[in-house]
């Protein structure tokens, strides 16, 4: 009984990529697809560090101080 199951069972099916997206883009330029999978999680890692380590000066860290009497000039004369 067991073995017409897995007769009677798609074998397309059964056998699927771990990460379609790097076999096809290794399909696609004809490159290994170890390769691609490590270049794309490299290049997902750094592009995440890159975003904690800038993200906070690009929010925050265009503008100088502020200052309520234009400039941070003294009005004391």
Not at 1 to 21: F, G, Y
Not at 60 to 67: E, M, T
């Amino acid at each position: 009984m067991a073995e017409a199951a897995l007769n009677d069972a798609d074998k397309k099916e059964a056998v699927k990529e771990a990460d379609p997206q790097s076999a096809s883009m290794a399909n696609a330029i004809g490159a290994d697809r170890n390769v691609i999978a490590a270049l794309s999680q490299a290049f997902l890692a750094i592009t995440i560090e890159f975003g904690s380590d800038v993200g906070f000066w690009l929010v925050f860290g265009h503008a100088g101080p502020r200052h309520p009497c234009g400039g941070g000039a003294s009005i004391a004369s």
